[in-house]
């Protein structure tokens, strides 16, 4: 997005434009895809790999789950997050970046460290990110309850993680298995949800978006974007 290079003849480049109720300001907005899709379904197939680490389904080949997840999750995601800012979602692309870089960070400690090691700092910092995410949850609440669902889920499996690495709990390690299987599922289906979305002229799976992300959905700009002049990108400073 930009503003506008040149004004209309006969007005200063330097002044602003003034329409019947005062001054105006005009931008230009570049239509993309949305990447929401892409960053879900990417979260789902990198879960569904924690989910089988956690649970022993992969034994003995943790330097492959980290190159999975570094490989293929994280670049995916990362696409998923930089078009997310473009997009404008803050929210969205917060979100999708926080867990952008945590895919690279455990596939690396997956390929690095000593198979079977639980280094303490990888528990602070599970538990941590699982804090984190639940403050993402909470920032969703208003607008996408379903997707606060999903950050809840991840969140409580992110913690069960690190507590797991900080006891020693082999129960707590198949906990944050089983809740990753979840977080699976719920990851997946809003991916696919978003996805129809797109494709198709309506909606078809539920996504309970409500308040201003329906009126994001239908309605008019005006309405949607009341304070267009004070939003990053328009405004001067972030």
């Known amino acids: 997005m930009s503003t506008l290079p040149s004004a209309p003849d006969g007005i200063p480049p330097n002044q602003p434009l003034h329409g019947p109720n005062g001054p105006q300001t005009r931008v230009m907005l570049r239509p993309i895809a949305t990447s929401l899709p892409l960053g879900y379904l990417a979260f789902a197939l990198g879960m569904i790999i924690m989910a089988a680490d956690s649970l022993g389904w992969v034994d003995d080949e943790q330097v492959l789950v980290g190159v999975l997840?570094?490989?293929y999750v994280f670049p995916l995601q990362l696409?998923?997050?930089v078009m997310a800012f473009l997009g404008r979602d803050t929210v969205g692309a917060t979100t999708l970046g926080?867990?952008?870089?945590?895919?690279?960070a455990f596939g690396l400690l997956d390929i690095v460290s000593r198979p079977g090691s639980t280094p303490t700092v990888l528990g602070l910092f599970s538990i941590s990110f699982g804090v984190v995410v639940a403050g993402l949850a909470v920032a969703a609440s208003r607008a996408k309850p379903l997707f606060t669902v999903v950050l809840a889920i991840c969140s409580l499996r992110a913690v069960l993680a690190g507590l797991h690495v900080l006891t020693g709990s082999?129960?707590?390690?198949?906990?944050a298995g089983y809740v990753a299987l979840v977080a699976t599922a719920a990851a997946a289906y809003l991916g696919f949800a978003l996805l129809i979305e797109s494709a198709w002229p309506r909606a078809v799976l539920p996504l309970l978006r409500r308040g201003e992300a329906v009126s994001a959905m239908?309605?008019?700009?005006?309405?949607v974007r009341p304070g267009l002049p004070g939003e990053p990108g328009?405004?001067?400073q972030l």
């Open 69 to 71: 997840l570094a490989s």
């Open 79 to 81: 696409v998923a997050t």
């Open 98 to 104: 926080l867990f952008t870089t945590s895919w690279l």
């Open 170 to 175: 082999s129960g707590l390690q198949r906990a």
């Open 218 to 223: 239908n309605g008019k700009l005006s309405a």
């Open 234 to 236: 328009v405004r001067e």
